[in-house]
Protein backbone atom coordinates (compact mmCIF):
# COMPACT_ATOMS: atom_id res chain seq x y z
CA UNK A 1 0.00 0.00 0.00
CA UNK A 2 2.90 2.23 0.41
CA UNK A 3 4.10 1.73 -2.66
CA UNK A 4 1.17 2.76 -4.04
CA UNK A 5 1.13 5.55 -2.26
CA UNK A 6 4.53 6.41 -3.18
CA UNK A 7 3.72 5.78 -6.92
CA UNK A 8 1.13 8.37 -7.12
CA UNK A 9 2.82 11.01 -5.22
CA UNK A 10 6.06 11.24 -7.60
CA UNK A 11 3.72 10.47 -10.86
CA UNK A 12 1.00 13.61 -9.99
CA UNK A 13 3.83 15.94 -11.05
CA UNK A 14 4.47 14.43 -14.34
CA UNK A 15 0.39 14.02 -15.07
CA UNK A 16 0.54 17.61 -14.92
CA UNK A 17 2.88 17.77 -17.71
CA UNK A 18 1.04 15.10 -19.35
CA UNK A 19 -2.04 16.80 -19.87
CA UNK A 20 -0.59 19.70 -21.47
CA UNK A 21 -2.02 21.21 -25.19
CA UNK A 22 -0.41 19.65 -28.19
CA UNK A 23 2.09 21.28 -29.65
CA UNK A 24 0.28 22.59 -33.28
CA UNK A 25 1.54 21.47 -36.32
CA UNK A 26 1.68 25.10 -37.41
CA UNK A 27 4.66 25.64 -35.39
CA UNK A 28 6.75 23.02 -35.55
CA UNK A 29 6.69 22.54 -39.61
CA UNK A 30 9.43 23.20 -42.11
CA UNK A 31 9.82 27.34 -42.46
CA UNK A 32 6.37 27.82 -40.30
CA UNK A 33 4.24 30.38 -41.58
CA UNK A 34 5.71 31.10 -44.78
CA UNK A 35 3.29 29.80 -46.90
CA UNK A 36 0.88 32.19 -45.20
CA UNK A 37 2.83 35.19 -46.21
CA UNK A 38 4.03 33.98 -49.43
CA UNK A 39 -0.13 33.38 -50.49
CA UNK A 40 -0.73 36.73 -49.43
CA UNK A 41 2.12 38.70 -50.90
CA UNK A 42 1.13 36.68 -54.51
CA UNK A 43 -3.03 37.70 -53.67
CA UNK A 44 -1.89 42.11 -53.58
CA UNK A 45 1.04 42.16 -56.40
CA UNK A 46 0.70 38.67 -58.34
CA UNK A 47 4.69 38.10 -57.20
CA UNK A 48 6.65 35.07 -56.23
CA UNK A 49 8.35 35.30 -52.93
CA UNK A 50 10.86 32.88 -51.79
CA UNK A 51 12.53 32.11 -48.63
CA UNK A 52 16.32 30.21 -48.60
CA UNK A 53 17.14 28.27 -45.50
CA UNK A 54 20.04 26.36 -46.88
CA UNK A 55 23.21 27.07 -49.20
CA UNK A 56 21.31 25.35 -52.19
CA UNK A 57 18.33 27.29 -51.75
CA UNK A 58 20.91 30.57 -51.93
CA UNK A 59 22.36 29.20 -55.36
CA UNK A 60 19.19 28.73 -56.74
CA UNK A 61 17.95 32.07 -56.09
CA UNK A 62 21.03 33.49 -57.40
CA UNK A 63 21.10 31.56 -60.58
CA UNK A 64 17.18 32.69 -61.15
CA UNK A 65 18.43 36.06 -60.24
CA UNK A 66 21.31 36.33 -62.77
CA UNK A 67 19.33 34.64 -65.66
CA UNK A 68 17.09 37.60 -65.39
CA UNK A 69 19.41 40.86 -64.80
CA UNK A 70 22.66 40.17 -66.32
CA UNK A 71 23.43 42.32 -69.42
CA UNK A 72 19.23 42.48 -69.56
CA UNK A 73 17.30 45.71 -70.23
CA UNK A 74 14.54 45.51 -67.09
CA UNK A 75 11.20 46.32 -66.50
CA UNK A 76 9.49 47.22 -63.55
CA UNK A 77 7.78 43.79 -62.64
CA UNK A 78 11.35 42.31 -62.88
CA UNK A 79 12.77 44.86 -60.71
CA UNK A 80 10.39 43.94 -58.18
CA UNK A 81 10.49 39.81 -58.72
CA UNK A 82 14.21 40.41 -58.26
CA UNK A 83 13.90 42.99 -55.28
CA UNK A 84 11.38 40.12 -53.49
CA UNK A 85 13.89 36.57 -54.47
CA UNK A 86 17.00 38.50 -53.80
CA UNK A 87 16.99 41.36 -50.88
CA UNK A 88 18.33 39.99 -48.04
CA UNK A 89 16.76 42.65 -45.29
CA UNK A 90 13.45 40.82 -46.49
CA UNK A 91 15.23 37.44 -45.86
CA UNK A 92 15.83 38.66 -42.61
CA UNK A 93 11.78 39.53 -41.98
CA UNK A 94 11.20 35.64 -43.45
CA UNK A 95 13.34 34.66 -40.34
CA UNK A 96 11.45 36.16 -37.76
CA UNK A 97 8.58 34.56 -38.62
CA UNK A 98 10.39 31.31 -38.10
CA UNK A 99 11.57 32.76 -34.53
CA UNK A 100 7.88 34.10 -33.87
CA UNK A 101 6.94 29.90 -34.52
CA UNK A 102 9.85 28.74 -32.34
CA UNK A 103 8.57 30.65 -29.31
CA UNK A 104 5.25 29.87 -29.56
CA UNK A 105 6.45 26.32 -30.38
CA UNK A 106 8.48 26.77 -26.38
CA UNK A 107 4.89 28.26 -25.07
CA UNK A 108 3.16 25.06 -26.25
CA UNK A 109 6.03 22.63 -24.52
CA UNK A 110 5.48 21.91 -20.34
CA UNK A 111 8.34 23.12 -18.18
CA UNK A 112 10.95 20.21 -17.29
CA UNK A 113 10.20 18.40 -14.17
CA UNK A 114 13.38 19.58 -11.55
CA UNK A 115 14.22 16.22 -9.48
CA UNK A 116 16.55 16.70 -6.78
CA UNK A 117 17.78 13.75 -4.91
CA UNK A 118 19.99 13.79 -1.63
CA UNK A 119 21.38 10.94 0.69
CA UNK A 120 21.73 11.88 4.33
CA UNK A 121 23.62 10.44 6.96
CA UNK A 122 26.77 9.40 4.92
CA UNK A 123 28.96 6.79 6.09
CA UNK A 124 27.17 6.09 9.58
CA UNK A 125 28.77 3.01 10.75
CA UNK A 126 26.15 1.19 12.28
CA UNK A 127 23.92 1.89 8.83
CA UNK A 128 26.60 1.11 6.04
CA UNK A 129 26.95 3.86 3.47
CA UNK A 130 24.25 6.56 4.32
CA UNK A 131 21.31 6.87 6.97
CA UNK A 132 18.66 8.12 4.43
CA UNK A 133 17.96 9.02 0.94
CA UNK A 134 15.18 11.92 -0.50
CA UNK A 135 13.93 12.57 -3.50
CA UNK A 136 12.00 15.26 -4.82
CA UNK A 137 10.31 16.48 -8.11
CA UNK A 138 8.90 19.78 -8.60
CA UNK A 139 6.68 21.22 -10.97
CA UNK A 140 4.95 24.53 -12.06
CA UNK A 141 1.29 23.86 -11.70
CA UNK A 142 1.09 27.59 -13.11
CA UNK A 143 2.78 27.04 -16.08
CA UNK A 144 -0.15 23.60 -16.82
CA UNK A 145 -3.18 26.00 -15.91
CA UNK A 146 -1.77 28.98 -18.07
CA UNK A 147 -0.28 27.32 -20.92
CA UNK A 148 -3.89 27.62 -23.03
CA UNK A 149 -4.18 31.29 -22.62
CA UNK A 150 -0.22 31.60 -23.54
CA UNK A 151 -0.32 29.39 -26.19
CA UNK A 152 -3.29 31.54 -27.48
CA UNK A 153 -1.14 34.64 -27.04
CA UNK A 154 1.55 32.82 -28.97
CA UNK A 155 -0.03 32.16 -31.10
CA UNK A 156 -1.67 35.39 -32.21
CA UNK A 157 1.94 36.80 -31.90
CA UNK A 158 2.75 34.55 -34.63
CA UNK A 159 0.54 35.43 -36.42
CA UNK A 160 0.84 39.28 -36.65
CA UNK A 161 4.92 38.31 -37.55
CA UNK A 162 3.62 36.87 -40.42
CA UNK A 163 1.38 39.96 -41.19
CA UNK A 164 4.43 42.07 -40.84
CA UNK A 165 6.52 39.93 -43.00
CA UNK A 166 3.96 40.24 -45.82
CA UNK A 167 4.16 44.30 -45.21
CA UNK A 168 7.57 43.85 -45.40
CA UNK A 169 7.57 42.57 -48.55
CA UNK A 170 4.77 44.76 -49.96
CA UNK A 171 6.70 47.90 -48.57
CA UNK A 172 9.66 46.52 -50.74
CA UNK A 173 8.03 46.12 -54.03
CA UNK A 174 6.56 49.19 -53.58
CA UNK A 175 10.26 51.11 -53.02
CA UNK A 176 11.60 48.89 -55.87
CA UNK A 177 8.78 49.62 -58.17
CA UNK A 178 8.99 53.64 -57.84
CA UNK A 179 12.89 53.25 -57.93
CA UNK A 180 12.59 52.02 -61.04
CA UNK A 181 10.48 54.66 -62.09
CA UNK A 182 12.73 57.54 -60.92
CA UNK A 183 15.84 55.36 -62.62
CA UNK A 184 14.08 55.45 -66.33
CA UNK A 185 12.41 59.05 -65.90
CA UNK A 186 16.31 60.46 -64.87
CA UNK A 187 18.05 58.92 -67.44
CA UNK A 188 15.15 60.18 -69.93
CA UNK A 189 15.82 63.63 -68.72
CA UNK A 190 19.48 63.46 -69.42
CA UNK A 191 18.37 62.28 -72.80
CA UNK A 192 16.20 65.76 -73.67
CA UNK A 193 18.64 67.26 -71.89
CA UNK A 194 21.68 66.00 -74.57
CA UNK A 195 19.08 67.17 -77.68
CA UNK A 196 19.21 70.49 -75.42
CA UNK A 197 22.95 70.36 -75.31
CA UNK A 198 23.33 69.94 -78.79
CA UNK A 199 21.31 72.56 -80.07
CA UNK A 200 22.59 75.24 -77.40
CA UNK A 201 26.24 74.15 -78.55
CA UNK A 202 24.84 75.07 -82.38
CA UNK A 203 23.92 78.22 -80.97
CA UNK A 204 26.98 79.05 -78.94
CA UNK A 205 29.04 78.77 -82.04
CA UNK A 206 27.27 80.88 -84.10
CA UNK A 207 26.87 83.64 -81.10
CA UNK A 208 30.83 83.24 -81.55
CA UNK A 209 31.28 83.72 -85.46
CA UNK A 210 29.21 86.25 -85.64
CA UNK A 211 31.25 88.62 -83.11
CA UNK A 212 33.81 87.91 -84.73
CA UNK A 213 32.52 89.53 -87.97
CA UNK A 214 31.02 92.62 -85.44
CA UNK A 215 27.56 91.12 -86.57
CA UNK A 216 26.69 90.29 -82.82
CA UNK A 217 27.68 92.50 -79.68
CA UNK A 218 29.51 91.05 -77.03
CA UNK A 219 26.41 90.80 -74.38
CA UNK A 220 24.74 88.61 -77.30
CA UNK A 221 27.44 86.39 -77.63
CA UNK A 222 28.02 86.40 -73.51
CA UNK A 223 24.06 85.60 -72.98
CA UNK A 224 24.03 82.52 -75.40
CA UNK A 225 27.59 81.01 -74.08
CA UNK A 226 25.57 81.22 -70.56
CA UNK A 227 23.45 79.69 -71.23
CA UNK A 228 25.35 76.65 -72.79
CA UNK A 229 27.55 76.78 -69.52
CA UNK A 230 24.22 76.55 -67.71
CA UNK A 231 22.65 73.93 -69.52
CA UNK A 232 26.18 71.95 -69.27
CA UNK A 233 26.38 72.20 -65.92
CA UNK A 234 22.45 70.97 -65.80
CA UNK A 235 23.30 67.77 -68.08
CA UNK A 236 26.29 66.69 -65.65
CA UNK A 237 23.67 67.09 -62.40
CA UNK A 238 20.86 64.89 -64.25
CA UNK A 239 23.30 62.57 -64.99
CA UNK A 240 24.64 62.02 -61.21
CA UNK A 241 20.88 61.94 -60.52
CA UNK A 242 20.39 59.39 -62.98
CA UNK A 243 23.39 57.70 -61.87
CA UNK A 244 22.17 57.64 -57.92
CA UNK A 245 18.86 56.71 -59.36
CA UNK A 246 20.19 53.50 -60.33
CA UNK A 247 22.16 52.56 -57.75
CA UNK A 248 19.13 52.94 -55.60
CA UNK A 249 17.18 50.40 -57.32
CA UNK A 250 20.29 47.83 -57.68
CA UNK A 251 20.48 48.25 -53.83
CA UNK A 252 16.98 47.33 -53.39
CA UNK A 253 17.04 44.62 -55.92
CA UNK A 254 20.20 43.31 -53.70
CA UNK A 255 22.65 43.16 -56.38
CA UNK A 256 26.09 43.18 -56.29
CA UNK A 257 29.23 42.16 -58.39
CA UNK A 258 28.77 41.27 -62.08
CA UNK A 259 25.27 41.44 -61.31
CA UNK A 260 25.40 44.89 -61.49
CA UNK A 261 25.68 44.98 -65.49
CA UNK A 262 22.32 45.77 -66.35
CA UNK A 263 20.09 48.14 -67.86
CA UNK A 264 16.53 50.23 -67.28
CA UNK A 265 14.69 51.75 -70.41
CA UNK A 266 15.73 54.97 -72.12
CA UNK A 267 11.91 56.66 -71.79
CA UNK A 268 9.08 55.47 -69.48
CA UNK A 269 6.40 53.96 -71.21
CA UNK A 270 3.80 55.91 -72.99
CA UNK A 271 0.85 57.25 -70.79
CA UNK A 272 -2.29 54.74 -71.07
CA UNK A 273 -5.12 56.12 -72.98
CA UNK A 274 -7.41 56.25 -69.94
CA UNK A 275 -7.73 55.24 -66.38
CA UNK A 276 -11.01 54.70 -64.75
CA UNK A 277 -12.83 54.91 -61.68
CA UNK A 278 -11.95 53.20 -58.77
CA UNK A 279 -15.24 51.98 -56.90
CA UNK A 280 -15.37 51.63 -53.19
CA UNK A 281 -11.73 52.81 -52.78
CA UNK A 282 -12.03 53.12 -49.08
CA UNK A 283 -13.80 49.84 -48.16
CA UNK A 284 -11.63 47.71 -50.49
CA UNK A 285 -8.41 49.10 -48.20
CA UNK A 286 -10.38 48.67 -44.94
CA UNK A 287 -10.62 44.82 -46.11
CA UNK A 288 -6.92 44.53 -47.53
CA UNK A 289 -4.80 46.61 -45.72
CA UNK A 290 -2.14 44.58 -43.86
CA UNK A 291 -1.31 47.27 -41.41
CA UNK A 292 -4.23 47.49 -40.51
CA UNK A 293 -4.72 43.72 -39.58
CA UNK A 294 -1.47 43.91 -37.77
CA UNK A 295 -3.34 46.55 -35.71
CA UNK A 296 -6.16 44.46 -35.30
CA UNK A 297 -3.77 41.84 -33.81
CA UNK A 298 -2.40 43.72 -31.46
CA UNK A 299 -5.53 44.07 -30.01
CA UNK A 300 -6.35 40.25 -30.23
CA UNK A 301 -2.84 40.43 -28.22
CA UNK A 302 -3.64 42.59 -25.49
CA UNK A 303 -7.03 40.97 -25.00
CA UNK A 304 -5.33 37.53 -24.55
CA UNK A 305 -2.32 39.09 -22.07
CA UNK A 306 -5.22 40.50 -20.08
CA UNK A 307 -6.94 37.09 -19.60
CA UNK A 308 -3.05 36.08 -18.63
CA UNK A 309 -2.93 38.89 -16.30
CA UNK A 310 -5.98 38.35 -14.63
CA UNK A 311 -5.85 34.36 -14.29
CA UNK A 312 -2.35 35.03 -12.66
CA UNK A 313 -3.57 38.40 -10.31
CA UNK A 314 -3.24 37.21 -6.74
CA UNK A 315 -1.21 33.57 -7.34
CA UNK A 316 2.08 34.88 -9.58
CA UNK A 317 4.07 31.54 -8.93
CA UNK A 318 2.23 27.83 -8.16
CA UNK A 319 5.07 25.08 -7.35
CA UNK A 320 4.45 21.97 -6.43
CA UNK A 321 7.28 19.83 -5.06
CA UNK A 322 6.15 15.59 -4.63
CA UNK A 323 8.55 12.76 -3.43
CA UNK A 324 9.57 10.22 -0.58
CA UNK A 325 12.55 9.96 2.02
CA UNK A 326 13.74 6.39 2.39
CA UNK A 327 15.25 6.05 6.32
CA UNK A 328 16.58 3.10 7.33
CA UNK A 329 16.69 2.04 10.96
CA UNK A 330 18.18 -1.30 12.78
CA UNK A 331 15.89 -2.42 14.65
CA UNK A 332 16.30 -6.35 16.61
CA UNK A 333 19.62 -6.39 14.79
CA UNK A 334 17.92 -5.84 11.58
CA UNK A 335 18.11 -3.01 9.09
CA UNK A 336 14.96 -1.28 7.94
CA UNK A 337 13.84 1.07 5.75
CA UNK A 338 10.84 3.24 6.06
CA UNK A 339 9.51 5.25 2.81
CA UNK A 340 7.21 8.36 3.70
CA UNK A 341 5.77 10.06 0.88
CA UNK A 342 6.33 13.82 0.69
CA UNK A 343 4.06 16.66 -0.73
CA UNK A 344 4.64 20.16 -0.48
CA UNK A 345 2.94 23.49 -2.19
CA UNK A 346 4.75 26.48 -2.53
CA UNK A 347 3.56 29.94 -3.84
CA UNK A 348 4.05 33.32 -3.02
CA UNK A 349 1.57 35.14 -0.35
CA UNK A 350 0.06 38.49 -1.90
CA UNK A 351 0.73 40.58 0.91
CA UNK A 352 2.20 43.71 -0.73
CA UNK A 353 1.90 43.01 -4.68
CA UNK A 354 -1.96 42.45 -5.06
CA UNK A 355 -1.72 42.41 -8.71
CA UNK A 356 -3.79 45.78 -9.41
CA UNK A 357 -0.88 47.42 -10.89
CA UNK A 358 -0.45 45.08 -13.58
CA UNK A 359 -4.19 44.62 -14.34
CA UNK A 360 -3.97 48.27 -14.42
CA UNK A 361 -0.97 48.16 -16.94
CA UNK A 362 -3.14 45.38 -18.83
CA UNK A 363 -6.16 47.48 -19.12
CA UNK A 364 -3.84 50.69 -20.41
CA UNK A 365 -2.19 48.62 -22.89
CA UNK A 366 -5.59 47.38 -23.89
CA UNK A 367 -7.18 50.80 -24.35
CA UNK A 368 -4.26 51.87 -26.06
CA UNK A 369 -4.07 49.19 -28.94
CA UNK A 370 -7.83 50.18 -29.54
CA UNK A 371 -7.13 53.62 -30.05
CA UNK A 372 -4.25 52.54 -32.52
CA UNK A 373 -6.24 50.23 -34.00
CA UNK A 374 -9.31 53.55 -34.44
CA UNK A 375 -6.99 55.92 -35.97
CA UNK A 376 -5.12 53.46 -38.38
CA UNK A 377 -8.70 52.76 -39.31
CA UNK A 378 -9.12 56.68 -39.72
CA UNK A 379 -5.36 57.29 -41.45
CA UNK A 380 -5.98 54.28 -44.00
CA UNK A 381 -9.46 55.57 -45.26
CA UNK A 382 -7.26 59.40 -45.96
CA UNK A 383 -4.70 57.44 -47.29
CA UNK A 384 -6.79 55.80 -50.01
CA UNK A 385 -8.94 58.63 -51.17
CA UNK A 386 -6.10 60.46 -50.77
CA UNK A 387 -4.03 58.43 -53.10
CA UNK A 388 -7.37 58.22 -55.57
CA UNK A 389 -7.51 61.59 -56.09
CA UNK A 390 -3.46 62.20 -56.72
CA UNK A 391 -3.29 59.28 -59.51
CA UNK A 392 -6.31 60.84 -61.53
CA UNK A 393 -5.16 64.06 -61.05
CA UNK A 394 -1.43 62.97 -62.28
CA UNK A 395 -2.98 61.32 -65.29
CA UNK A 396 -4.46 64.79 -66.12
CA UNK A 397 -1.77 66.96 -65.95
CA UNK A 398 0.39 64.17 -67.35
CA UNK A 399 -2.17 63.97 -70.11
CA UNK A 400 -2.19 67.99 -70.28
CA UNK A 401 1.55 68.23 -71.43
CA UNK A 402 1.37 65.30 -73.82
CA UNK A 403 -1.82 66.84 -75.54
CA UNK A 404 -1.61 69.97 -75.13
CA UNK A 405 1.48 71.75 -73.94
CA UNK A 406 3.94 69.28 -76.19
CA UNK A 407 1.97 69.97 -79.36
CA UNK A 408 1.58 73.53 -79.22
CA UNK A 409 5.81 73.53 -78.52
CA UNK A 410 5.87 71.24 -81.74
CA UNK A 411 3.89 73.72 -84.05
CA UNK A 412 5.93 76.97 -82.75
CA UNK A 413 9.03 75.10 -83.68
CA UNK A 414 7.69 74.27 -87.34
CA UNK A 415 6.17 77.69 -88.00
CA UNK A 416 9.46 78.72 -86.89
CA UNK A 417 11.44 76.64 -89.02
CA UNK A 418 9.18 77.55 -92.32
CA UNK A 419 9.76 81.29 -91.31
CA UNK A 420 13.43 80.70 -91.21
CA UNK A 421 13.61 79.01 -94.23
CA UNK A 422 11.57 81.81 -95.78
CA UNK A 423 14.80 84.67 -94.41
CA UNK A 424 11.86 85.97 -91.59
CA UNK A 425 12.45 84.78 -88.64
CA UNK A 426 16.56 84.59 -87.40
CA UNK A 427 18.71 81.97 -86.36
CA UNK A 428 18.63 82.84 -82.37
CA UNK A 429 14.43 83.05 -82.48
CA UNK A 430 14.68 79.67 -83.75
CA UNK A 431 16.63 77.99 -81.12
CA UNK A 432 14.94 79.66 -78.65
CA UNK A 433 11.89 77.65 -80.42
CA UNK A 434 13.81 74.56 -80.22
CA UNK A 435 14.62 75.23 -76.76
CA UNK A 436 10.90 75.79 -75.34
CA UNK A 437 9.93 72.74 -77.09
CA UNK A 438 12.43 70.72 -75.27
CA UNK A 439 11.71 72.71 -71.93
CA UNK A 440 8.08 71.59 -72.72
CA UNK A 441 9.02 67.45 -73.20
CA UNK A 442 11.12 67.95 -70.32
CA UNK A 443 8.05 68.93 -68.13
CA UNK A 444 5.81 66.32 -69.80
CA UNK A 445 8.49 63.41 -69.04
CA UNK A 446 8.18 64.39 -65.36
CA UNK A 447 4.56 64.56 -65.15
CA UNK A 448 4.46 61.08 -66.67
CA UNK A 449 7.11 59.93 -64.05
CA UNK A 450 4.24 61.46 -61.15
CA UNK A 451 1.99 59.76 -63.06
CA UNK A 452 3.26 56.60 -62.46
CA UNK A 453 4.78 57.04 -59.02
CA UNK A 454 0.99 58.21 -58.38
CA UNK A 455 0.32 54.25 -59.91
CA UNK A 456 2.34 52.90 -57.02
CA UNK A 457 1.14 54.41 -54.23
CA UNK A 458 -2.54 53.83 -55.47
CA UNK A 459 -1.39 49.95 -54.88
CA UNK A 460 0.08 50.33 -51.74
CA UNK A 461 -2.67 52.42 -50.47
CA UNK A 462 -4.74 49.47 -50.94
CA UNK A 463 -2.63 46.41 -49.78
CA UNK A 464 -0.17 47.98 -47.94
CA UNK A 465 3.23 48.76 -48.43
CA UNK A 466 3.66 52.50 -48.98
CA UNK A 467 4.60 55.25 -46.53
CA UNK A 468 1.29 55.49 -44.75
CA UNK A 469 1.63 52.13 -43.56
CA UNK A 470 4.14 51.75 -41.62
CA UNK A 471 -8.77 48.10 -60.27
CA UNK A 472 -8.67 50.14 -63.14
CA UNK A 473 -6.08 51.77 -64.47
CA UNK A 474 -4.15 51.66 -61.96
CA UNK A 475 -3.74 47.91 -60.64
CA UNK A 476 -1.67 45.51 -61.96
CA UNK A 477 -0.93 47.72 -64.49
CA UNK A 478 2.67 46.61 -66.40
CA UNK A 479 5.83 48.96 -66.41
CA UNK A 480 7.04 48.07 -69.79
CA UNK A 481 10.79 49.47 -71.41
CA UNK A 482 9.44 52.64 -73.07
CA UNK A 483 12.35 52.39 -75.95
CA UNK A 484 15.87 52.40 -76.13
CA UNK A 485 18.46 50.00 -75.38
CA UNK A 486 18.73 51.61 -71.90
CA UNK A 487 21.62 52.39 -69.28
Same mark, same amino acid.
Given at each position: ???????????????????????????????????????????????????????????????????????????????????????????????????????????? @???????????? +?????????????? +?????????????????????????????????????????????????????? @?????????? @???????????????????????????????????????????????????????????????????????????????????????????????????????????????????????????????????????????????????????????? +??????????????????????????????????????????????????????????????????????????????? @?????????????????????? &???????????????????????? &????????
Amino acid at each position: MRLSKLTLTLGFPLLLGACATAVPSAFTEPKAGFAAVSNQTSTAIGKRTAFAETQAENEALREQVHAMVHRKTISADTAVQVALLNNKGLQASYANVGLSAADAWQQA @TPQNPIVSIGIL +GIGAPELGAYRAIE +GLIRANILDATTRKQRLVLADVNFRAAQLEAVKETLSLATQTRKAWVDAVSAFE @TVSYLNRAKA @TSDAGSELASRLGETGALNKAGQAREQAFNAELAGQLAQARLSATRAKENLTRLMGLWGTEVDYFVPDALPALPRSVGRITNIEARALNNRVDLRVAKLGLEAQAAAFGLTDQTRIVSDLEMVAGFEAEREIEDGDTKTETSPQIELEFAIPIYDT +GKARMRKAELAYLQAANVLAEKAVNVRSEARGAEVSYHAAYKIARHYRDVLVPLRQTVEEEGLLSYNGMITSTFELLAD @TRGKLSASLEAANAKREFYQAQ &ADLTAAIYGGGAGSGGAGGEGATL &AAGGGAGH
